[in-house]
C-alpha cells in the first residue's frame, strides 16, 4: 500500500505541471493499418507531442481532434501548428528534427508567437530555453520530463567503454542480422544492463517521469515474469536484435537527440510538410479536457477512436471515470466506429465488463465490441516502439444514436 501511495504521488507530482511527452510512443504505421481513414472520418486522438495527430491528418481525414488534460502537450502541438504554419521546411525540421534552431528566439518572436494563444504564449514564453540548443541539454528531445530521462540514458552511454559507439554502430546497421552480430560482439548487454541503470528502472520516480503510473507498472508486475524490470530489458534488447532500427525514429531520437532526414515521423518530411502547410494542418484541433469531458460538448460524431493506453491510468483507480468514457464514446460514435487502444498489460480484461446505457438499458461495454484479433496480433508484432505488452482494435457493433 506504501509502495502504491508513493508511486502515485511521483507520477502526479511530475505530471501536474510538466511537458511530459515531446515526441509520441505509439506506432502511428500500425495505426493506418487498423483504422484505414478516410475523407469522412472524424477522429479522436489523445494529443500526447501531437506527432501522431499530424500524421493522421496528412491523411486527409474530415477533422482531427487531439485532446488531452495536459495543457502543455497541447501547447506543444499548437507550436507544431503555428511552425508549420509561418516556417519554410528547413528551418522547421532544424526546430523538430534536429531539436533546436540558433535562430530560435528570432524565430518565434517573428513568425510563431504572434500565432499563439495567450495561453500558449505563455507556456512558450517561459521555455524558449527548449529549442536555442544552449545549455547541456542541447535539443529539446532531452527537455521535458521523458527528456530528462533520455539525456540522464545518453550520458550514461558514454560511462562504459565501448557502450556509445557499439549503439552508434548498431543504428547504422542496414540489417537486423548486422544489429544482433554487433549487440552480441559488442557485448551489450553486459556493458549497458549494469547495477545502476536496472535499479533505477525499478523506481517509481523513473517510472513516472517515463509516463508510466503505478498501475500500469501493477500490471506487467503482475503477469511479466521478473516483473516491471526484466520487462523493460527484455523489450529493449528485442529492440536492438529483433527490430530494424533503420527506420526506427523512435528510438534513435531518444538514443541521440535528434533525427534524420531519412529516419523520421512522417510530418517532418518535406512532401507531408507541404500538404500540411497548404490546407491539411487546419483540420487538428487540440482540446485541453477528458476525453468524456470533450465528447459531452462535441456535436459531432466520431468514427475513429486512439486512446493511446490511458485507460491503463483509469482503471484500477477510477473505473467510475472510465466507464464514464466508454458511455460518451458509445454516445458520439457513428454506426461504424472504430477504437484503437494499447496497453502495458499482456492481456486487458478491465474493458468488457464496463457498463454503459443503451437505448434505456444497461449493457456491457463487451457486448458492443468486435475484435479484430488477427489485424492487432499482426501489427503488434511489427511494432517498432515494442514498450506496450497489447494492442487492441475494435469495431462498434453498436451505438447509442
Known amino acids: ?39 469522412d472520418d472524424n477522429v479522436l486522438v489523445i494529443t500526447s507531442a501531437g506527432c501522431n495527430a499530424l500524421d493522421y491528418a496528412i491523411q486527409s481525414p474530415s477533422h482531427v481532434y487531439a485532446v488531452d488534460m495536459n495543457p502543455l502537450q497541447n501547447a506543444l502541438l499548437e507550436l507544431k501548428l503555428a511552425c508549420i504554419r509561418s516556417l519554410s521546411f528547413d528551418d522547421f525540421f532544424q526546430i523538430f528534427g534536429r531539436g533546436y534552431h540558433s535562430e530560435w528566439r528570432r524565430i518565434y518572436q517573428d513568425a510563431i508567437r504572434p500565432q499563439l494563444s495567450d495561453r500558449d504564449r505563455d507556456v512558450w514564453d517561459r521555455r524558449t530555453g527548449f529549442f536555442d540548443g544552449n545549455g547541456r541539454r542541447k535539443s529539446f528531445y532531452f527537455r521535458g520530463t521523458s527528456g530528462l530521462f533520455a539525456w540522464m540514458i545518453n550520458g550514461y552511454l558514454n560511462r562504459p567503454p565501448g557502450l556509445r559507439e557499439a549503439v552508434k554502430e548498431i543504428l547504422q546497421a542496414d540489417s537486423v542480422e548486422r544489429q544482433q552480430e554487433i549487440y552480441d560482439d559488442r557485448n551489450v548487454s553486459a556493458l549497458l544492463w549494469r547495477k545502476p541503470i536496472r535499479w533505477a528502472m525499478r523506481r517509481d520516480t523513473t517510472l513516472a517521469m517515463l509516463g508510466v503510473p503505478r498501475s500500469q507498472r501493477n500490471q506487467i508486475d503482475r503477469c511479466y515474469p521478473g516483473g516491471i524490470g526484466r520487462f523493460i530489458q527484455d523489450r529493449i534488447e528485442a529492440v536492438f536484435r529483433e527490430i530494424p532500427l533503420k527506420d526506427n525514429y523512435f528510438w534513435r531520437v531518444y538514443l541521440t537527440g535528434e533525427y534524420t532526414p531519412e529516419c523520421c515521423p512522417e510530418y517532418l518530411k518535406q512532401d507531408n510538410f507541404q ?29 475513429k477512436f486512439v486512446l493511446l493506453d490511458h485507460m491503463d491510468w483509469l482503471y484500477d483507480r477510477h473505473p467510475d471515470l472510465l466507464a464514464a468514457e466508454w458511455q460518451s464514446i458509445i454516445n458520439r460514435a457513428t454506426p461504424r466506429s472504430k477504437v484503437l487502444w494499447r496497453s502495458a498489460a499482456l492481456e486487458v480484461n478491465f474493458v468488457d465488463s464496463l457498463k454503459i446505457q443503451m437505448g434505456g438499458k444497461q449493457a456491457s461495454v463487451g457486448d458492443l465490441l468486435h475484435y479484430d484479433t488477427k489485424l492487432a496480433s499482426e501489427l503488434h508484432s511489427r511494432d517498432r516502439v515494442n514498450t506496450y505488452g497489447s494492442f487492441y482494435i475494435a469495431n462498434l457493433i453498436g451505438t447509442a444514436a
Open 1 to 39: 500500500m506504501v509502495g502504491g501511495w508513493i508511486g502515485n504521488k511521483a507520477f502526479s507530482l511530475v505530471h501536474r505541471k510538466n511537458l511530459v511527452y515531446n515526441t509520441c510512443w505509439e506506432d502511428p504505421r500500425l495505426d493506418h493499418e487498423a483504422l484505414q481513414l478516410t475523407p
Open 275 to 303: 500538404k500540411l502547410k497548404v490546407g491539411l494542418v487546419d483540420r487538428v484541433t487540440s482540446h485541453t479536457d477528458t476525453v468524456a469531458g470533450f465528447l459531452s460538448k462535441h456535436q459531432g460524431r466520431i468514427s
